[in-house]
């Protein structure tokens, strides 16, 4: 038996925005159900996220019935946003590529503009299964993603966090740690590892599902804004750079495809299979 479990796993129905922590999710060829099919766009049709506004991390999505979800923020009403129909496909640009999505209706694209106080329109990725390749400098022929930053799921361990703190500590900005772990927004967060062991898993299996390593993750300034408070420091990416260089990136959590589909539920061994 394997000493490795499953702590948690998050789903983020919006980009950027905070999601919820179910006790199990259907693991599906493009991600978590349900994470990561809606975003944000601006008015040139480019999708924003915490990048930009930092204050999205104070916005809340919570997934529904059909594919709804309900969504809050500091003063603001809840809005349940339904599933648009079939309709026109609206291009947006999500890092400088294009992706077909369809637009929400006019009533989420009034909630978010008026939450961030910029006019923004809501998008939903209608049919993952042909919309958005995985990178292709590390995927498989078919592998698909949803509106995640580029690959299906992110895992992370409660060992490399507390080793990534205790690097914070000693460095020169002990005042902004400990980090919780929703500085990274993982789909799956796995204990009893060893620190920085998920850096070599080949292909991993989590319940009935299996999984491919594709990558290293690499970060960026979302992990510096406090997901609480929407205010951004300078950790882990100071610490990040001295200790953790992989390549080009800044790394901390491992990219996922999944090549066999099952359900994923919280307590769940997990073994390395390669």
Not at 5 to 25: D, I, M, R, W
Not at 104 to 114: E, I, N, P
Request: charged content about 25%.
């Amino acid at each position: 038996m394997s000493n490795l479990h499953v702590q948690a796993l998050h789903v983020h129905p919006v980009k950027s925005v905070a999601g919820t922590a179910p006790e199990e999710a259907a693991v599906e060829p493009w991600g978590l159900s349900g994470d990561r099919r809606w975003a944000l766009v601006d008015t040139g049709g480019t999708v924003i996220t915490q990048r930009r506004h930092p204050q999205l991390a104070l916005a809340a999505a919570r997934p529904m019935a059909g594919g709804r979800i309900a969504v809050t923020a500091p003063g603001m009403a809840e809005l349940v946003v339904e599933v648009p129909d079939p309709g026109p496909l609206e291009p947006v640009v999500l890092f400088g590529k294009k992706v077909e999505t369809v637009v929400a209706a006019a009533a989420a694209a009034d909630w978010f503009s008026a939450y961030l106080k910029e006019p923004v329109r809501l998008v939903h990725l209608d049919d993952p299964s042909v919309r958005r390749p995985v990178d292709p400098d590390y995927a498989l022929p078919g592998e698909m993603v949803s509106l995640a930053d580029g690959y299906p799921l992110l895992v992370t361990t409660l060992a490399s966090l507390d080793a990534l703190n205790s690097l914070i500590a000693q460095g020169d900005h002990p005042e902004e740690g400990p980090l919780p772990m929703d500085r990274f927004r993982p789909n799956v967060v796995v204990s009893g590892a060893e620190a920085w062991a998920e850096d070599g898993w080949r292909r991993i299996a989590i319940g009935d599902a299996v999984f491919r390593g594709a990558r290293e993750c690499g970060r960026c300034v979302v992990t510096t804004t406090d997901q609480a408070a929407a205010e951004r420091g300078r950790e882990p990416l100071k610490t990040l750079g001295k200790h953790r260089r992989i390549g080009k990136s800044l790394a901390f959590g491992r990219l996922l495809v999944p090549v066999r589909l099952g359900t994923v539920r919280v307590g769940d061994e997990v073994r390395v299979l390669e």
